[in-house]
């Protein structure tokens, strides 16, 4: 799930793309399904790609019924760059790779970020293709030393984590 460029004006799907046939194959190898789920603004850029790979899914805004957040549940790992899709994840208690391919041009041209990048991601950062994929290996054979980082910063983004936030806030609105 990564984040979107300059508000769609960049097309940094190509990044994506021209990796999909290694993505797909190391998926076989290591049994495992890929899930891609673009910013609406880069859709556009795969729309052509979903029949060529039998390990990888694209998931379009309009194939889901809800929202990603239905799909989040069924997943092993979360791979990201910048997106706050993260902190959200910490509620399944997974792992979370981060693939922040681009950070020195994407916080210099595109957006500032609204913390220190290295201190507040719970999980192995990744500069390239290969890395990631020994990564994934790495988590998909047990191994994980983020469970406290993301506990950590889990504590930290949610004061509440009893599943009653919706209440909370009924209750709160009920009462104004």
Request: aromatic share 16%; net charge negative; hydrophobic share 35%.
């Amino acid at each position: 799930m990564p984040t979107h460029r300059k508000e769609g004006k960049v097309n940094f799907s190509k990044f994506l793309i021209n990796e999909l046939q290694t993505i797909n194959n190391n998926m076989i190898k290591m049994n495992a399904i890929f899930l891609i789920k673009l910013h609406f603004y880069h859709q556009k850029d795969i729309d052509n790609q979903q029949q060529q790979f039998s390990n990888i899914i694209f998931i379009k805004d309009y194939d889901i019924q809800q929202d990603i957040y239905s799909v989040l549940a069924f997943t092993d790992l979360l791979i990201t760059d910048y997106s706050s899709i993260f902190f959200d994840y910490l509620f399944t208690q997974k792992p979370i790779l981060f693939f922040p391919f681009d950070k020195k041009d994407y916080v210099t041209t595109d957006r500032e970020l609204y913390f220190e990048y290295d201190n507040i991601i719970p999980g192995p950062q990744v500069l390239n293709w290969k890395e990631m994929y020994s990564v994934i290996e790495t988590i998909f054979h047990g191994k994980d030393d983020y469970i406290n980082k993301r506990k950590e910063i889990h504590d930290k983004f949610n004061k509440y984590q009893d599943g009653k936030n919706c209440e909370r806030l009924t209750n709160y609105i009920k009462n104004l």
